[in-house]
């Protein structure tokens, strides 16, 4: 970094103040319920994707206490489409904590903060700059990309100890001990600078108010930072979903384990291979066969690969999710109507701890849309995914019943399907 610490905290002020975002609805209070489930929401979520979630959460929980009070499955309902359903589960669970061990209300220090589960450092910092003008640095994935590029910051930020230093460097950039009352608009314009201007590909330089003092900039390399030579590698899974709708409009959902992906989401029967599917059957399911074309789906720390299959009936009765013929070139299109009574499990599997529910008739859900099904709401996205489809919870809708499988051809999984469509 090339000029004064306290030039570069006053430009970011100065520069929020005048070109940053304003007017955001958890900024109009210094409420820390209402910062904390902003921070929460915006963790790997943009801006935009999660105004359209705060107000709808807010109004149904106003209140921490109110948060506490209501059942996981309504919380998780009120999340449905943002995604990362942990968050949510850790934001209830905090919640409980805050209202009965603190009477609701939140600690006045990042380091008290930090001690409530599911709130890190960074989050930490947020709330309590935000909320009580606490000197203390964040380090979200936009203010680490800013730093270690007016720093040039050279280490590896794969490695724990390198991100170490750059809190330290982060804690250095602060503004003065007298300063603290511009700790909300100095946070905020960290966090401001990274999502509108130093964008991680294409950078616009030229209106930053630190290009100055930007050690990358000056050296024409920006996009070189932050430097990371390690990258996570992705677990591989191969899973098998069953999608099953009776005649009379009945599906059946089972409610997944606390633990592993999609924890306790209502999710179609998961198995491991097909034989597991079959077995767990009373009758056999289908005859025939047709397959779809292989595509992929990127999760944080897994990459599905996803197979689609439908093994028809006699009935051979098939529709798309658009209501044309469907065609096996096309994925996501093979559905397929199957009677109910083949439902039921053959016999009980000890290594299936689950919860089934069968939903019935008289609904169109799309999307997102969430399913009152007594005290147990259903959570549904379209997972044969089409573009502008979205993938934020374990299930599926469709009109008819489809067997998917979700295997690791990786061969075969760029072939058929445009790139870019899964985002």
Same mark, same amino acid.
């Given at each position: 970094?090339?000029?004064?610490? $306290? $030039?570069?905290?006053?430009?970011?002020?100065?520069?929020?103040? /005048? =070109?940053?975002?304003?007017?955001?609805?958890?900024?109009?209070?210094?409420? %820390?319920?209402?910062?904390?489930?902003?921070?929460?929401?915006?963790?790997?979520?943009?801006?935009?994707?999660?105004?359209? =979630?705060? *107000?709808?959460?807010?109004?149904?929980?106003?209140?921490?206490?109110?948060?506490?009070?209501?059942?996981?499955?309504?919380?998780?309902?009120?999340?449905?489409?943002?995604?990362?359903?942990?968050?949510?589960?850790?934001?209830?669970?905090?919640?409980?904590?805050?209202?009965?061990?603190?009477?609701?209300?939140?600690?006045?220090?990042?380091?008290?903060? *930090?001690?409530?589960?599911?709130?890190?450092?960074?989050?930490?910092?947020?709330?309590?700059?935000?909320?009580?003008?606490?000197?203390?640095?964040?380090?979200?994935?936009?203010?680490?990309?800013?730093?270690?590029?007016?720093?040039?910051?050279?280490?590896?930020?794969?490695?724990?100890?390198?991100?170490?230093?750059?809190?330290?460097?982060?804690?250095?950039?602060?503004?003065?001990?007298?300063?603290?009352?511009?700790?909300?608009?100095?946070?905020?314009?960290?966090?401001?600078?990274?999502?509108?201007?130093?964008?991680?590909?294409? %950078?616009?330089?030229?209106?930053? %108010?630190?290009?100055?003092?930007?050690?990358?900039?000056?050296?024409?390399?920006?996009?070189?930072?932050?430097? /990371?030579?390690?990258?996570?590698?992705?677990?591989?899974?191969?899973?098998?979903?069953?999608?099953?709708?009776?005649?009379?409009?009945?599906?059946?959902? *089972?409610?997944?384990?606390?633990?592993?992906?999609?924890?306790?989401?209502?999710?179609?029967?998961?198995?491991?291979?097909?034989?597991?599917?079959?077995?767990?059957?009373?009758?056999?399911?289908?005859?025939?066969?047709?397959?779809?074309?292989?595509?992929?789906?990127?999760?944080?720390?897994?990459?599905?690969?996803?197979?689609?299959?439908?093994?028809?009936?006699?009935?051979?009765?098939?529709?798309?999710?658009?209501?044309?013929?469907? /065609?096996?070139?096309?994925?996501?299109?093979?559905?397929?109507?199957?009677?109910?009574?083949?439902?039921?499990?053959?016999?009980?599997?000890?290594?299936?701890?689950?919860?089934?529910?069968?939903?019935?008739?008289?609904?169109?859900?799309? $999307?997102?849309?969430?399913?009152?099904? $007594?005290?147990?709401?259903?959570?549904?996205?379209?997972?044969?995914?089409?573009?502008?489809?979205?993938?934020?919870?374990?299930?599926?809708?469709?009109?008819?019943?489809?067997?998917?499988?979700?295997?690791?051809?990786?061969?075969?999984?760029?072939? /058929?399907?445009?790139?870019?469509?899964?985002?």
């Amino acid at each position: 970094m090339t000029g004064g610490r $306290g $030039g570069f905290s006053r430009a970011i002020v100065s520069w929020q103040a /005048r =070109y940053g975002r304003q007017g955001l609805p958890w900024q109009s209070i210094r409420d %820390p319920y209402r910062v904390w489930l902003s921070e929460v929401m915006l963790q790997q979520t943009q801006v935009s994707t999660v105004l359209r =979630y705060f *107000e709808k959460f807010i109004r149904r929980f106003p209140t921490v206490h109110a948060l506490a009070a209501a059942p996981e499955d309504d919380v998780m309902g009120q999340w449905s489409g943002l995604g990362y359903y942990s968050r949510a589960r850790n934001l209830h669970q905090c919640a409980k904590v805050v209202v009965s061990q603190l009477g609701g209300d939140f600690p006045t220090s990042a380091r008290g903060l *930090e001690e409530l589960p599911g709130i890190g450092r960074s989050t930490a910092a947020a709330i309590a700059s935000f909320c009580f003008n606490e000197r203390v640095a964040i380090l979200d994935g936009n203010v680490r990309r800013v730093l270690s590029r007016v720093c040039a910051f050279e280490a590896d930020l794969s490695a724990a100890k390198h991100q170490d230093q750059l809190w330290e460097l982060a804690t250095a950039l602060l503004p003065g001990p007298h300063s603290s009352a511009n700790m909300p608009r100095y946070t905020q314009g960290l966090m401001d600078l990274g999502a509108t201007v130093c964008h991680r590909k294409n %950078p616009a330089c030229g209106i930053c %108010p630190v290009r100055t003092m930007c050690a990358a900039a000056l050296a024409g390399d920006p996009e070189r930072y932050p430097v /990371r030579t390690r990258r996570p590698r992705r677990e591989v899974m191969a899973l098998w979903l069953l999608h099953a709708r009776s005649r009379a409009g009945e599906v059946w959902l *089972e409610r997944r384990p606390a633990s592993g992906i999609w924890a306790s989401l209502y999710c179609f029967p998961v198995f491991s291979d097909r034989v597991a599917l079959e077995g767990s059957l009373a009758t056999p399911l289908l005859t025939g066969m047709v397959e779809g074309a292989v595509f992929r789906h990127a999760l944080t720390h897994r990459e599905l690969h996803i197979h689609p299959e439908a093994r028809i009936s006699s009935v051979k009765f098939a529709m798309s999710l658009d209501g044309h013929p469907s /065609r096996t070139e096309q994925p996501g299109q093979l559905l397929y109507q199957v009677d109910g009574a083949m439902l039921a499990p053959r016999a009980p599997d000890r290594d299936r701890d689950i919860t089934p529910v069968v939903v019935s008739q008289g609904f169109q859900p799309a $999307g997102h849309e969430i399913l009152d099904v $007594g005290e147990h709401p259903v959570y549904l996205v379209t997972l044969l995914k089409k573009r502008n489809h979205r993938f934020v919870a374990p299930c599926q809708w469709t009109q008819y019943c489809v067997v998917v499988g979700l295997g690791a051809s990786a061969h075969q999984t760029r072939s /058929r399907h445009p790139s870019g469509c899964l985002s």
